[in-house]
C-alpha cells in the first residue's frame, strides 16, 4: 500500500506565491516519476508538471511561474508556484507512478487534493 499526501494549498493574491508539497509513503519499491494534476470546478484534470528520472514537463499555461522539484531520498516532490492567478484557482493533487516490488506492475497513486485559491 502507497499513501501519497499533499500540503501547502491555500488562500493567495494575484501575483502571490505558495509552495505545494508532496511526500509518498508505504510499500514502496521504486518510484518512476511524480507529478502534479489540477481540476477546477467544472474543468477536466489536467497535467500541471510531472518529473521523471529528473527530466521535466510542464503545461504551457504554468511555463515561467511554476517548477517541480523532487527530493528522491524522502520521496517527495515539490511545486513552487509564483505570479499566481485566479485562473490557477483549482484543487491540485498528486501522482506517483510506483511499484510495491521489484517486478510488480507499475501502478499510479494520488493523493487527496489540496485547495488553492488565487483571489483578491
Known amino acids: 500500500q502507497v499513501q501519497v499526501v499533499e500540503s501547502g494549498g491555500g488562500l493567495v493574491q494575484p501575483g502571490g506565491s505558495l509552495r505545494l508539497s508532496c511526500a509518498a509513503s508505504g510499500s514502496i519499491f521504486s518510484i518512476t516519476a511524480m507529478g502534479w494534476y489540477r481540476e477546477a470546478p467544472g474543468k477536466e484534470r489536467e497535467l500541471v508538471a510531472s518529473?521523471?528520472?529528473?527530466?521535466?514537463n510542464y503545461a504551457d499555461s504554468v511555463k515561467g511561474r511554476f517548477t517541480i522539484s523532487r527530493d528522491i531520498v524522502k520521496n517527495t516532490v515539490y511545486l513552487q508556484m509564483n505570479s499566481l492567478q485566479p485562473e490557477d484557482t483549482a484543487v491540485y493533487y498528486c501522482?506517483?507512478?510506483?511499484?510495491?516490488?521489484?517486478?510488480?506492475?507499475?501502478?499510479?497513486?494520488w493523493g487527496q487534493g489540496t485547495q488553492v485559491t488565487v483571489s483578491s
Open positions: 501522482n506517483a507512478a510506483a511499484r510495491t516490488t521489484r517486478w510488480g506492475p507499475l501502478k499510479d497513486y
Open positions: 518529473i521523471t528520472s529528473g527530466i521535466t
